[in-house]
């Protein structure tokens, strides 16, 4: 049976002929819509005088050895017109809109144009059983509109050879991936899972992803930590890869981290047998080898004649590497002098598992063009610590506005005058003006106001400024300043999320003394997100912390096909002790006087037994009040402070310290940090957590608004918006203790409110019974924990 593969005329071409550098330079938004714009007017002209047919559908088939090549596109335009010798002739039109000179296009200009072109020509040829067919390339000027045309007529021979020529580059390729996948799914059919046995729960886990896959459907998957999701998750859609279920796995995570311990799961697959190609996508600015990055070939060697060599570079990489970090990536770039970040896209797109960052997927101005468009494709997306996505989410699809950046770019605009730049400071104005009247609405006493929606003036402003400021970037050749950027691409940002906007967005203005802006606040991402899901095979949510349920149902768009489990912890519960101290009063109010308390009852709990324990915190603020208080009447201790912005560096630092040597160490940390996620310290090298507070979001304006919206929805607001993603982030801390069955360590809860019934009935049911203890039980309830 034949192996079968789709590409579109354009993306063949564009890979098999590209050459020369990557211009980095300013390539606006405008610029594309403005290209459309230019080809509809084209089209509509010429069907008023022709049988003019635009976008007409033209594919064939390509048989090559085991492999059907389906080469796809759509012409431009296909007429008929008769030539001076009277006989008809059909024309097949290529549009396209440019910015150079029309006097200095030539037939030599722009080959890939020419061979787009015959590709279409040549389909059309076959279908149509034509000896002969015209192309014309239309040439459109983007700002002047005047049009060039080029024409050629081409025998059916001449248009074969051409398409044979572009077919036979690109099975090198096509042929290299179906060998590739016939070696893959024979290593497959043989891989067994990679530990001698299942943990409780792994099998049932794995088979939940499977047949999601199978189906086509959402799963959500409540999986304790500890039980092995990753490779639970990873082994069964390789599986299902292998039966032809899936064509393309995204391993996707909200931290680096935790795309690391994919890339060691895929490892260990790789170790059992399983031929799969892995990569890691990362960054730009983290790929780029530059101290700041510019992609231009003034300034990058590597973006000088990128495209020369980047193909080769592939190929030769393809062939000797089947896992590929981002710093084996870097290696490869410097050996062939390519770009290290397009030269990992290209490798993508020939990799079976890609693991990557959830804004690849997701977000509409990072996502990966190449993989997700408006085609449904049979791509399966595992997403990684799931719970971490409905915060995310809300960030991707909202943006905002501040009226003092485009007062600082009018300043700036002045001192360093250029082409364009008088336009734009007369468009900044302009938007100024808006804010200040919108200012002059809202009550002068309230900091927030929420207003019906983005006023249709300000959106037309937005609009005249960034045709104005797309002249002054061109300027810059890709340099421009990055504040500059920063306002242009908001702005960009703000139009397209104002286009988008439905009933799960608010409105509002945030105005201080020093600052006015205007927020399109998404807070209910599921519509949004579900856009995507609409061109997925499947996507897979796991996390140990994916409950309530009803929360992550609700804001991640489950449909009532979608499968949801829970999954039993594999761990012996004698090995755990849980505790709650409610004694203590810690809402907001009282939190701050109680710190002295705090801090005696952390160093009752870690000195029972001495070893390595994490102390999480709801912010950095109390945290450090505590961590003064604690130094103050305990200094014998030693304490590590997360520091805000702490790298993967520094925390790698501070896990190392954690030592299973017998002394004590105490990780001051934060509730939903670089600590409470993706920490795997096994044995004595972590044997407690304490988690102060239960971990409620900082009450603010946002969650007010959530609040309020999902009082009116569900009637269950103050859940929503704070109490369930605050005790997601207590599971979540709480997961760091017992890593695997040889684990044993404690978990003390301070807080007044783990009394109140509304949160006990958030913690899992394998946690019953849980110790309650005060100052005066305490140290003897752990005493015995450690001498059973």
Same mark, same amino acid.
């Given at each position: 049976?034949s192996?079968?593969?789709?590409?579109?005329?354009?993306?063949?071409?564009?890979?098999?002929?590209?050459?020369?550098?990557?211009?980095?330079?300013?390539?606006?938004?405008?610029?594309?819509?403005?290209?459309?714009r230019?080809?509809?007017?084209?089209?509509?002209?010429?069907?008023?005088?022709?049988?003019y047919?635009k976008?007409?559908?033209?594919?064939?088939?390509?048989q090559?050895?085991?492999?059907?090549?389906?080469?796809?596109?759509?012409?431009?335009?296909?007429?008929?017109?008769?030539?001076?010798?009277?006989?008809?002739?059909?024309?097949?039109?290529?549009?396209?809109?440019?910015?150079?000179?029309?006097?200095?296009?030539t037939e030599?200009?722009?080959?890939?144009?020419?061979?787009?072109?015959?590709?279409?020509?040549?389909?059309?040829?076959?279908?149509?059983?034509?000896?002969?067919?015209?192309?014309?390339?239309?040439?459109?000027?983007?700002?002047?509109?005047?049009?060039?045309?080029?024409?050629?007529?081409?025998?059916?021979a001449?248009?074969?050879?051409?398409?044979q020529?572009?077919t036979d580059?690109?099975?090198?390729?096509?042929?290299?991936?179906?060998?590739?996948?016939?070696?893959?799914?024979?290593?497959?059919?043989?891989?067994?899972?990679?530990?001698?046995?299942?943990?409780?729960?792994?099998?049932?886990?794995?088979?939940?992803v499977?047949?999601?896959?199978?189906?086509?459907?959402?799963?959500?998957?409540?999986?304790?930590?500890?039980?092995?999701?990753?490779?639970?998750?990873?082994?069964?859609?390789?599986?299902?890869?292998?039966?032809?279920?899936?064509?393309?796995?995204?391993?996707?995570?909200?931290?680096?981290?935790?795309?690391?311990?994919?890339?060691?799961?895929?490892?260990?697959?790789?170790?059992?047998?399983?031929?799969?190609?892995?990569?890691?996508?990362s960054?730009?600015?983290?790929?780029?080898p530059?101290?700041?990055?510019?992609?231009h070939?003034?300034?990058c060697p590597?973006?000088?004649?990128?495209?020369?060599?980047?193909?080769?570079?592939?190929?030769?990489?393809?062939?000797?590497?089947?896992?590929?970090?981002?710093?084996?990536?870097?290696?490869?770039?410097?050996?062939?002098?390519?770009?290290?970040?397009?030269?990992? &896209?290209? /490798?993508?797109? @020939?990799?079976?598992?890609?693991?990557? $960052?959830?804004?690849? !997927?997701?977000?509409? #101005?990072? =996502?990966?063009?190449?993989f997700f468009?408006?085609?449904?494709?049979?791509?399966?997306?595992?997403?990684?610590?799931?719970?971490?996505?409905?915060?995310?989410?809300?960030?991707?699809?909202?943006e905002?506005?501040?009226?003092?950046?485009?007062?600082?770019?009018?300043?700036?605009?002045?001192?360093?005058?250029?082409?364009g730049?008088?336009?734009a400071?007369?468009?900044?104005?302009?938007?100024?003006?808006?804010?200040?009247?919108?200012k002059?609405?809202?009550?002068?006493?309230?900091?927030?106001?929420?207003?019906?929606?983005?006023?249709?003036?300000l959106?037309?402003?937005?609009?005249?400024?960034?045709?104005?400021m797309? &002249?002054? /970037?061109?300027n @810059?050749?890709?340099?421009?300043?990055? $504040?500059?950027l920063? !306002?242009?691409?908001a #702005?960009l =940002?703000?139009?397209?999320?104002?286009?988008?906007?439905?009933?799960?967005?608010?409105?509002?203005?945030?105005?201080?003394?020093?600052?006015?802006?205007i927020?399109?606040?998404?807070?209910?991402?599921?519509?949004?997100?579900?856009?995507?899901?609409?061109?997925?095979?499947?996507?897979?949510f796991?996390?140990?912390?994916?409950?309530?349920?009803?929360?992550?149902?609700?804001?991640?768009?489950?449909?009532?096909?979608?499968?949801?489990?829970?999954?039993?912890?594999?761990?012996?519960?004698?090995?755990?002790?849980?505790?709650?101290?409610?004694?203590?009063?810690?809402?907001?109010?009282?939190?701050?006087?109680?710190?002295?308390?705090?801090?005696?009852?952390i160093?009752e709990?870690?000195h029972v037994?001495?070893?390595?324990?994490?102390?999480?915190?709801? =912010?950095?603020?109390?945290?450090?009040?505590?961590?003064?208080?604690?130094?103050?009447?305990?200094?014998?201790?030693?304490?590590?402070?997360?520091?805000t912005?702490?790298?993967?560096?520094?925390?790698?630092?501070?896990?190392?310290?954690?030592?299973?040597?017998?002394?004590?160490?105490?990780?001051?940390?934060?509730?939903g940090?670089?600590?409470?996620?993706s920490?795997?310290?096994?044995?004595?090298?972590?044997?407690?957590?304490?988690?102060?507070?239960?971990?409620?979001?900082?009450?603010?304006?946002?969650?007010?608004?959530?609040?309020?919206?999902?009082d009116?929805?569900?009637?269950?607001?103050?859940?929503?918006?704070?109490?369930?993603?605050?005790?997601?982030?207590?599971?979540?801390?709480a997961g760091?203790?017992?890593?695997?069955?040889?684990?044993?360590?404690?978990?003390?809860?301070?807080?007044?409110?783990?009394r109140?019934?509304?949160?006990?009935?958030?913690?899992?049911?394998?946690?019953?019974?849980?110790?309650?203890?005060?100052?005066t039980?305490?140290?003897?309830?752990?005493?015995r924990?450690?001498?059973?």
């Amino acid at each position: 049976m034949s192996a079968e593969h789709i590409v579109s005329v354009r993306q063949m071409v564009e890979f098999v002929l590209r050459s020369g550098d990557i211009d980095g330079g300013f390539s606006s938004v405008r610029r594309a819509q403005e290209g459309t714009r230019l080809h509809q007017k084209l089209q509509r002209q010429a069907m008023k005088d022709s049988d003019y047919r635009k976008e007409v559908y033209l594919s064939t088939e390509v048989q090559k050895e085991q492999v059907r090549l389906t080469v796809e596109g759509r012409a431009d335009g296909i007429f008929t017109r008769t030539t001076e010798d009277g006989e008809p002739i059909v024309v097949i039109d290529e549009i396209k809109s440019v910015t150079e000179e029309l006097d200095e296009i030539t037939e030599e200009t722009h080959p890939l144009h020419w061979a787009q072109a015959s590709c279409y020509a040549y389909m059309y040829a076959l279908q149509e059983d034509l000896p002969r067919v015209e192309v014309r390339l239309t040439y459109i000027h983007a700002e002047t509109e005047s049009v060039r045309f080029l024409y050629h007529v081409f025998s059916l021979a001449e248009l074969e050879a051409i398409f044979q020529r572009l077919t036979d580059l690109y099975f090198v390729w096509v042929l290299r991936q179906n060998e590739w996948e016939q070696l893959r799914d024979r290593s497959l059919s043989e891989v067994a899972f990679p530990f001698p046995v299942y943990r409780p729960g792994q099998r049932a886990m794995a088979a939940y992803v499977f047949n999601a896959i199978r189906d086509g459907v959402k799963a959500f998957l409540q999986a304790p930590t500890g039980i092995g999701k990753t490779i639970s998750a990873l082994f069964p859609a390789i599986k299902a890869m292998e039966a032809g279920l899936t064509d393309k796995i995204f391993y996707i995570t909200a931290k680096h981290t935790t795309g690391l311990a994919a890339m060691d799961a895929a490892a260990r697959l790789q170790e059992n047998g399983a031929r799969i190609k892995v990569i890691e996508i990362s960054s730009k600015d983290s790929m780029c080898p530059l101290e700041k990055r510019s992609c231009h070939p003034a300034d990058c060697p590597m973006a000088r004649g990128h495209f020369d060599r980047v193909n080769r570079a592939a190929l030769e990489i393809l062939s000797r590497e089947d896992r590929l970090t981002s710093d084996q990536i870097r290696v490869w770039a410097e050996q062939y002098q390519v770009c290290p970040f397009e030269l990992s &896209l290209d /490798l993508s797109t @020939w990799a079976d598992v890609v693991i990557c $960052d959830y804004n690849y !997927v997701f977000d509409p #101005s990072a =996502s990966l063009k190449r993989f997700f468009s408006e085609r449904r494709t049979n791509y399966t997306v595992l997403v990684d610590e799931a719970h971490n996505l409905v915060d995310r989410a809300r960030d991707m699809y909202s943006e905002t506005l501040e009226k003092e950046a485009f007062l600082k770019l009018k300043k700036a605009l002045k001192e360093r005058p250029m082409v364009g730049s008088a336009a734009a400071m007369k468009a900044c104005d302009r938007v100024n003006k808006i804010f200040l009247r919108i200012k002059k609405e809202c009550p002068e006493e309230s900091r927030y106001s929420t207003i019906s929606g983005p006023p249709d003036d300000l959106i037309l402003a937005l609009r005249r400024f960034n045709e104005s400021m797309e &002249l002054v /970037l061109q300027n @810059w050749h890709g340099n421009a300043p990055d $504040d500059w950027l920063d !306002v242009y691409f908001a #702005s960009l =940002s703000f139009i397209r999320v104002a286009e988008q906007m439905d009933e799960h967005y608010i409105t509002y203005v945030d105005q201080t003394n020093k600052s006015t802006s205007i927020k399109l606040f998404c807070y209910h991402p599921a519509g949004v997100l579900s856009q995507v899901y609409q061109i997925l095979g499947s996507v897979i949510f796991f996390s140990a912390t994916l409950m309530p349920a009803p929360y992550y149902k609700e804001f991640l768009g489950a449909a009532e096909e979608d499968l949801m489990a829970g999954l039993p912890s594999p761990f012996d519960p004698s090995r755990r002790l849980i505790m709650i101290d409610d004694s203590i009063q810690l809402t907001y109010q009282y939190r701050h006087a109680n710190v002295s308390q705090v801090a005696r009852r952390i160093h009752e709990a870690v000195h029972v037994r001495e070893g390595s324990y994490f102390i999480f915190f709801p =912010s950095f603020a109390y945290m450090r009040k505590v961590v003064e208080q604690y130094r103050a009447d305990y200094p014998e201790d030693q304490v590590i402070e997360q520091e805000t912005g702490m790298n993967d560096e520094a925390r790698r630092a501070v896990l190392q310290q954690m030592q299973d040597d017998g002394a004590l160490r105490l990780v001051f940390a934060v509730l939903g940090g670089v600590f409470s996620e993706s920490v795997d310290l096994v044995g004595d090298r972590l044997i407690g957590a304490v988690i102060v507070t239960v971990g409620l979001p900082q009450i603010g304006f946002e969650r007010d608004q959530i609040r309020a919206q999902m009082d009116e929805r569900l009637g269950e607001g103050f859940a929503y918006a704070y109490s369930y993603p605050g005790m997601g982030k207590v599971l979540q801390a709480a997961g760091r203790v017992i890593r695997t069955e040889e684990d044993k360590g404690l978990i003390l809860l301070i807080d007044e409110r783990y009394r109140s019934p509304s949160y006990q009935k958030l913690l899992p049911e394998d946690w019953f019974p849980i110790r309650r203890v005060d100052e005066t039980t305490m140290a003897d309830v752990i005493k015995r924990f450690w001498s059973e």
